[in-house]
């Protein structure tokens, strides 16, 4: 890729991290915006909902997470695929498995609440959501930077995912668009509807704050399986979670999930790096 477009995203990145450190200071750490945090925080309900069905909601998204990828195994086998096709084919359905677990949950067994963030109009939601983006990007920055020096001094080499690899050296354009479908839409959603929408909700009022905030984002980081991006991504699930609290939508962080994975992308592509 030539200079120029790579110049050109750096910039706007550069451009983008500066957005988010004026939000950040407006609307989470100046004192009038820390006063309507604690205003907003009581807002969102609880959610009313038993521990066994709790369970039985994260039983059903493990079971959907394990069935469909030992399906696909023997079909893929069949195939004769690349190793690339496959892996995403595997991440694809394991995605897709938790999802089914997701709506057989909503569908059969959870009681009908009203949701105040149902009120909220749609282009407040996608404000919300890129406010959120703009946000954790100037806050991933620094923490990705401390994370990569704090593993340095202990001498843990730090190596990307398999995907960002994939995503940078396919030619093949259906992986490539079934990759951006996973990484911008299924993920986002079936993520946000696990880690914020149920297990944060579950927590946040029957323990500590600080415990309902990191224990989801620690989940939400481990899953990826990857210890270079460890410690971000947990600082995300935190900023997802506060903006999920804070707006009672969920709409809000799953669109700034599915943006910061095209803002991945894009980097990934213009050879910058995640």
């Known amino acids: 890729m030539s200079a120029l477009p790579t110049q050109l995203i750096l910039s706007l990145e550069l451009l983008m991290v500066l957005a988010g450190c004026f939000l950040l200071w407006r ?26 069905r709790f369970f039985l909601f994260l039983w059903l998204i493990i079971s959907g997470g394990l069935l469909l990828p030992a399906i696909s195994v023997p079909i893929l086998k069949s195939l004769a695929i690349d190793e690339s096709a496959s892996l995403i084919i595997s991440g694809g359905t394991f995605q897709g498995g938790m999802l089914l677990g997701i709506l057989l949950f909503k569908l059969f067994f959870e009681a ?31 923490v990705g930077i401390t994370w990569q020096f704090l593993m340095g001094l202990f001498g843990i080499e730090l190596v990307d995912q398999d995907l960002i690899a994939i995503f940078a050296n396919t030619d093949s354009p259906v992986l490539l ?30 323990t500590p704050r600080w ?28 900023i997802f979670s506060l903006a999920y ?3 009672g939508s969920i709409a809000v962080p799953i669109i700034a999930h599915a943006l910061f994975n095209l803002n991945t992308i894009v980097l990934i592509f213009s050879g910058v790096g995640p």
């Open 27 to 52: 609307h989470a750490l100046s004192p009038a915006a820390r006063l309507k945090s604690q205003e907003r925080a009581s807002a969102m309900p609880a959610w009313d909902i038993t521990a066994p």
């Open 112 to 142: 009908k609440s009203p949701n105040p963030g149902q009120r909220r109009s749609p282009g407040r939601k996608i404000q919300n959501g890129l406010m959120t983006f703009l946000i954790a990007l100037p806050v991933l920055a620094a």
């Open 177 to 206: 668009t079934c990759m951006i479908l996973l990484a911008a839409g299924i993920a986002p959603i079936t993520e946000e509807l696990i880690f914020r929408a149920g297990i944060f909700r579950y927590m946040r009022t029957r």
């Open 211 to 238: 415990v309902a905030l990191l224990g989801p984002a620690l989940l939400f980081a481990s899953l990826h399986a990857n210890l270079a991006s460890f410690a971000p991504l947990a600082a995300l699930g935190i």
């Open 245 to 247: 609290e804070r707006t």
